[in-house]
């Protein structure tokens, strides 16, 4: 009889702590005759993470900021020294410039269900071919060229995850080298994302906005692994 009693007493426990509970319970007690084992599965779903997966990586390239706009096939100020202090610059012709737009591989990891933690570099130039007006020969890459190298520590935010759509915001902390007329300047840079979607499961497409060395519209693909 006291055996029933403590049984019946164990299943009413159960029943109470249901509704709190997510996933499967086991309750033990202990007599003179043995062990006695409850078990109970409460009667809900049971929640399920939000990803899977816990790594990330991306490519995307991005659309250069008003002031790059304004800058490309312009007047550079590498072109007016050369133009003023080079005493053989009529015996070349340029090309147009050449615009190779910010490019960025990322890596990232979800330390929680909604912040990945990672690194990014990314990589963007501005140039034009120098040639000879005599023989019409590339001669070289004109130095008023610009090139930019850029690794940066990354956080991202998700604050709406669903099974395909995710909205997110974050931030780069790290340096960018900048190589024109051959010299090099290394300076501290914030690279941010103010608002990020991206579409997809496992493999999917995303698009931002931003600003930095990234560009202020930004494009691309990532996979989750």
């Known amino acids: 009889m006291k055996r029933k009693f403590k049984i019946t007493l164990l299943l009413l426990v159960a029943l109470i702590a249901l509704p709190l ?3 499967a319970q086991t309750y033990e007690f202990r007599d003179s005759t043995g062990i006695y084992r409850v078990e109970y599965i409460a009667n809900k779903e049971v929640s399920k993470p939000a990803h899977a997966w816990r790594n990330d990586i991306r490519v995307g390239i991005g659309m250069p900021g008003a002031l790059s706009i304004l800058s490309l096939n312009g007047v550079t100020t590498g072109e007016i ?3 003023i202090f080079d005493t053989r610059a009529s015996n070349y012709y340029y090309s147009s410039y050449i615009y190779i737009p910010p490019l960025t591989l990322e890596y990232s990891r979800y330390v929680k269900d909604w912040l990945l933690i990672g690194g990014k570099a990314s990589f963007s130039a501005e140039y034009r071919y ?3 007006k005599l023989t019409d020969e590339r001669v070289g ?3 008023s060229g610009s090139f930019v190298v850029g690794g940066f520590f ?3 935010f998700e604050y709406m995850r669903r099974e ?3 909205l997110y915001s974050g931030f780069g902390v790290g340096m960018t080298v900048h190589t024109c007329d051959r010299v090099q300047t290394v300076t501290p840079f914030v690279d941010m994302t103010y608002f990020g979607v991206s579409v997809g499961k496992s493999i999917y497409g995303f698009a931002e906005v931003g600003g930095g060395t990234s560009g202020c519209l ?5 996979a989750k692994f």
């Not at 930004?218 to 990532?222: D, H, K, L």
Request: no cysteine.
């Open 21 to 23: 509970e997510l996933s």
């Open 81 to 83: 020294v050369e133009t």
């Open 130 to 132: 120098k040639y000879d």
């Open 141 to 143: 890459i004109d130095t």
């Open 154 to 156: 990354t956080m991202r």
């Open 164 to 166: 395909v759509v995710r």
């Open 218 to 222: 930004r494009f691309g693909m990532g």
